[in-house]
């Protein structure tokens, strides 16, 4: 499921980058590619802009979900404690030491 998901979100990366380059920042984009008026009158400027506009935030929102997704999968416990060094620790609980004897007095008494 990890791998999946992971792959998942590699792909949709990579597609927001093609739509990313596809974009022109002064306006022209994708339209101008195809030689301007041809992609205009099948699509039209304003209408490939905000197709591209569309992808690009539906690629992000996607990125955003898979990776929500995979934290929470990741987050819970499939099956016991994930911390092994806790776990051992606490097998191997150390010995107890004997409680200290009080010290004999090492002063001899005077007769």
Do not use: C, H, Y
Not at 47 to 59: A, I, Q, V
Not at 64 to 70: E, I, N, P, Q, T
């Amino acid at each position: 499921m990890f791998t999946f998901i992971v792959g998942l979100i590699i792909l949709t990366a990579v597609l927001l980058v093609l739509v990313i380059l596809a974009q022109n920042a002064k306006g022209g984009g994708l339209s101008s590619q195809f030689g301007g008026s041809g992609a205009s009158n099948i699509m039209g400027v304003k209408k490939t802009g905000d197709l591209l506009e569309r992808l690009t935030w539906g690629f992000v929102i996607t990125i955003m979900a898979l990776s929500m997704l995979l934290s929470t999968n990741m987050a819970t416990p499939t099956g016991g404690s994930n911390n092994d060094i806790l776990d051992r620790a606490g097998e191997q609980a150390a010995p107890t030491m004997p409680a200290p004897q009080p010290a004999e007095d090492t002063i001899p008494e005077e007769n």
